[in-house]
């Protein structure tokens, strides 16, 4: 069974850390070297996690897919994301931010948590330039300095506040930067999407995001963006080499695997928390998908 982790919970990584500060049940640094640490339970944390590398390499699952974390990587977990973690011997930075914390600063989280539709989003795990390295690891020092300090400044969680947006955006222009460069590659015979068609794309992976537990059908998320479904599906099509119905069973299908098998919830409720009518409809859909039944899944 998952579980679910708040960052008051996470104060016992101080006895790993070589430097450690936190700001009330705001934010967490922790600096760090961790040796043959696995988790046999995943986990989710209710805010935003980031880790910059420092030496090492460890391999990380998240929302079931592996990845390798190596030297000079920032990883980004967004909130409710399932995460486990396999044999490592790493060290590196450590920064929790909780939601509540996230929600009082002013930046659009959206931009931080929308799901990875791009391919040069798909990885939660970003290698770095030594510049870009560098930058990141300041504004964490940073962050580190203001909690140290908290108890005597009067604008502790002011200036916590600020530097966390400062950091969401320099990594998100990070990002644009090698979308930028991307681009710049693409053979003169290729059509790019242009800006607005591109928002709809991003706007339809937050929509996804947010209602797939409930809605599945395409002329859903269509409605809500006050398009046609069918030229939703070309744009998604277009930009992610996927159709958009594609996407949405991968949402559905990813959480309930995650359920099946670490929520401790049977298959009837499993039915009812992804709201389809009737186990029986449920087991089709996902034996069409997954090519097992539910329960051969879950006995896997």
Known sequence: MEENIRISDIASIREHSSMFSRMEDDYIFSRGTFNDLSTDVPARFNGLTMYLCRSGKARLEVNMAEYEIAPKS?????????????????????????IDFLKDINIDLNAVTSPPLLKNHISPVMPLSDNEFDLIARYFELL??????NTTQLYARNI????????IYQILQFVDSRRAEENALVGSGTTTLSTRRMSYVHEFGRLVHKYFRKERSVAFY?????????????????????????WIDEYVIMEAKNMLRFSGRNIQQVTYDLNFPNQ???GKYFKHLTGMSPTQYQRS
């Not at 580190?144 to 300090?149: L, M």
């Not at 916590?160 to 950091?167: D, E, K, M, N, Q």
């Not at 269509?222 to 119905?245: H, M, N, Q, W």
């Open 74 to 98: 920032l990883t980004i977990i967004n909130p409710g994301q399932l995460v486990s973690c396999g044999q490592m011997d790493i060290n590196g930075d450590t920064l929790f931010i909780s």
């Open 160 to 167: 916590g506040r600020t530097l966390i947006a400062a950091t």
């Open 144 to 149: 580190h300095s203001n909690a140290v300090n």
């Open 222 to 246: 269509a409605d809500k963006l006050f398009i046609s479904p069918k030229y939703l599906s070309l744009l998604v099509k277009e930009a992610t080499g996927r159709s958009a119905a594609n």
């Open 280 to 282: 029986s409809s449920f």
